[in-house]
């Protein structure tokens, strides 16, 4: 597990950036948190780390957005989803595509349906700006993606 405390929106955002980099192609995120917790930010900042060029937002209404960058980014949105609908949405075959997938409210998620993702729940700390993120990988390539980010963190002191 690795735990991040960000203090504005822009340090959540070039965390997001930093993982958009580090991305390889595979990787599905599992955010969690409450609403405002930052999880759209941390996902702006992603696509700018995978050279996404257009304006990201919430899928809210539409629950996927699909991005082109370096690599393709599949950005779901679960929030007005119950688990027992997230079998009509396809996800088995997005996931199967090549790129990235990043889902917000992926506590909506049924159990067992994701197998290896890296889970991170969001939450905001009583300063207004401030945010904690608790990141942890759930099978072998969220492992090595979080190892990635560990190091990279570690390197930029």
Known sequence: MLKVDTH?????WQLGHLMGTLAQGGEILCLEGELG?????????????????????????????RHQGRL??????????????VPELGLEEMLAEPGLTAIEWAEHLPGGIIT??????????????SRRLALRARGPAAARFLRRLRQARA???
């Open 37 to 65: 917790a930052g999880k759209t930010t941390l996902i702006q900042g992603l696509a700018a780390g995978l050279g996404v060029g257009e304006r990201i937002t919430s899928p809210s209404f539409t629950l996927v957005h």
């Open 155 to 157: 390197q930029e002191g």
């Open 116 to 129: 290896d993702c890296l889970v991170i729940h969001m939450e905001h700390l009583p300063d207004e700006q």
């Open 72 to 85: 393709h980014l599949r950005h779901i949105d679960l929030y007005r989803i119950s688990p027992d609908q």
């Open 8 to 12: 504005s929106s822009h340090e959540t």
